[in-house]
């Protein structure tokens, strides 16, 4: 853990925090707006059938979101639990009695505690990697769903 430690700043540095606050801004938001702006803004089959020209209004916000939310329920990016542990394991083994004493057979040519932090730094990277794609989609996923909650806002004052 100390090893991680000392690698924090490969996650947790703008690269991270811009699409996390972004993130967090527009799920308030978009909680704010279906809780306040409009919750009592109803649409109805029957009120697009009478205004046919509203209806692809709010099916292309309605489609894109529909599509993202499938995309996430079909294929969901997950992190191998048991491969991380196996790692961190191996990394643990070698940091103890072993490093030391693979250093002074090899005479400084092997250094372990070098070998674990380069491991460690290529899978942080790597987790940031994923975790800032993942942000990023949720950005994508709020926003469409206000922009469909929008749309809906929108056809329900032109029609009131």
């Known amino acids: ?3 991680l430690a000392e690698h924090k700043s490969l996650i947790l540095n703008w690269s991270f925090f811009r699409p ?3 993130a967090l801004t527009l799920a308030i938001v978009q909680m704010i707006a279906s809780r306040l702006i409009w919750p009592e803004a109803v649409v109805t089959f029957s009120q697009l059938y009478e205004d046919l020209w ?3 209004v709010i099916l292309i916000p309605f489609i894109l979101m529909l599509a993202v939310d499938t995309y996430f329920i079909i294929r969901v990016g ?3 639990h048991d491969e991380t542990i196996k790692y961190l394991d ?3 083994n070698w940091l103890g009695w072993k490093g030391p004493f693979v250093r002074i057979v090899t005479l400084g040519l092997v ?3 070098k070998m674990v932090d380069v491991e460690v730094q290529k899978s942080l990277t790597e987790m ?3 975790i800032t794609s993942s942000l990023w989609w949720v950005i994508v996923q709020t926003s469409l769903r206000i922009t469909f909650g929008l ?3 929108s056809v329900w004052v032109l029609r009131e």
């Open 151 to 153: 749309t809906l806002w």
């Open 128 to 130: 940031r990697t994923t």
């Open 54 to 56: 509203l209806m692809p």
């Open 90 to 92: 191996m990394a643990e």
């Open 1 to 3: 853990m100390s090893r």
């Open 78 to 80: 997950r992190f191998d």
């Open 111 to 113: 250094n372990p505690r």
């Open 20 to 22: 996390a606050i972004l």
